[in-house]
C-alpha cells in the first residue's frame, strides 16, 4: 500500500466521518424543534412561575453595609501593608 493510497483512504474516512456527524447533528436540531413545537401545541409550557424578585435588602442591614465596607476596607489596607 502507498502513501497515495493510505491518503485516499484517510480522506474518504474524514469525509465519511464529517458526514455522520454533520447528518447526526441536523436530526439533532429537527427533534429539538418537534418537541418545542409539542410542548407549545401542547400548552406544556404554561406551568413556569414567574421569576421572584430580587433581594431588597431592609434600612437594618444598610445602616451594617458601612460596617461591613469599612472592615472590607481595613483588611484590603492591612494585606496591602504587609504585602507590599
Not at 431588597?56 to 442591614?61: E, G, L, N, W
Amino acid at each position: 500500500m502507498t502513501i497515495i493510497e493510505m491518503f485516499g483512504q484517510s480522506a474518504i474516512l474524514s469525509l465519511i466521518g464529517m458526514g455522520v456527524v454533520f447528518s447526526f447533528l441536523i436530526i439533532l436540531i429537527i427533534s429539538v424543534t418537534l418537541v418545542a413545537k409539542l410542548v407549545k401545541a401542547m400548552k406544556w409550557d404554561g406551568d413556569v412561575t414567574a421569576p421572584k424578585a430580587a433581594y431588597v435588602p431592609s434600612s437594618a442591614s444598610s445602616a451594617n453595609s458601612g460596617a461591613v465596607t469599612a472592615a472590607i476596607t481595613a483588611a484590603v489596607n492591612e494585606h496591602r501593608n504587609t504585602n507590599a
